[in-house]
T-cell receptor, first 118, second 111 residues
Framework: GAVVSQHPSWVICKSGTSVKIECRSL??????MFWYRQFPKQSLMLMAT?????????EQGVEKDKFLINHASLTLSTLTVTSAHPEDSSFYIC??????????????FGPGTRLTVL | AQRVTQPEKLLSVFKGAPVELKCNYS??????LFWYVQYSRQRLQLLLR??SRESIKGFTADLNKGETSFHLKKPFAQEEDSAMYYC?????????????FGTGTLLAVQP
């Protein structure tokens, strides 16, 4: 149980275009999903916290107009990188909290999405 | 400031040797700490959390508030333990607990 999927697993796009990444909790409901960014050989940096039905909360230094997050249902959150530039190239990882019981703050991670902007 | 420090980027040991992956934290409140593991080509997954005080795959970790540490230990390393290990701190961010990750330690267990 507690599986999180991401789509696509990798994407290459041209500079200036927008890219949408989906994060789904497959077998549980997640009122909260998190989006992280990971640079090569570095740790995960939290970008934003996404709560179902409300606006996302962004970490300091993360441009909310650049990284649009939508959490429309209890099983789906999307991250849209708008007007992507080469410096946005990174590994984006989502996680979801299982709120059905037990430790409500246990996060289950998706496999990540590799974004390359040319 | 809230911070998690893992001083070793790489730890290489021989099979059967003891392992200790170091983690120190800085947090003003009452911390909740985790160890996550990422095996090659797999996603990040929870290994253990200090609040449950359990042993997973032979690994244990004890929270030492005096030394602000949460080191991960295993008495006899196995080759399948080779992976990237991240220490993480949970901080309360409104209605949600958020994780702060350390930079990770790559454990390489040699045969």
């Amino acid at each position: 149980g507690a599986v999180v999927s991401q789509h696509p697993s990798w994407v290459i796009c041209k500079s200036g275009t927008s890219v949408k990444i989906e994060c789904r909790s497959l077998d549980f409901q997640a009122t909260t999903m998190f989006w992280y960014r990971q640079f090569p050989k570095q740790s995960l940096m939290l970008m934003a916290t996404s709560n179902e039905g409300s606006k996302a909360t962004y970490e300091q230094g993360v441009e909310k107009d650049k990284f649009l997050i939508n959490h429309a249902s209890l099983t789906l959150s999307t991250l849209t990188v708008t007007s992507a530039h080469p410096e946005d190239s990174s590994f984006y990882i989502c996680s979801a909290s299982d709120t059905s019981g037990g430790f409500t703050d246990t996060q289950y991670f998706g496999p990540g999405t590799r974004l390359t902007v040319l | 400031a809230q911070r998690v420090t893992q001083p070793e980027k790489l730890l290489s040991v021989f099979k059967g040797a003891p392992v200790e992956l170091k983690c120190n934290y800085s947090y003003s409140g009452s911390p909740e700490l985790f160890w996550y593991v990422q095996y090659s080509r797999q996603r990040l997954q929870l290994l253990l959390r200090h609040i449950s005080r359990e042993s997973i795959k032979g690994f244990t970790a004890d929270l030492n508030k005096g030394e602000t540490s949460f080191h991960l230990k295993k008495p006899f390393a196995q080759e399948e333990d080779s992976a990237m290990y991240y220490c993480a701190l949970s901080r309360y961010g409104g209605a949600t607990n958020k994780l702060i990750f350390g930079t990770g330690t790559l454990l390489a267990v040699q045969p």
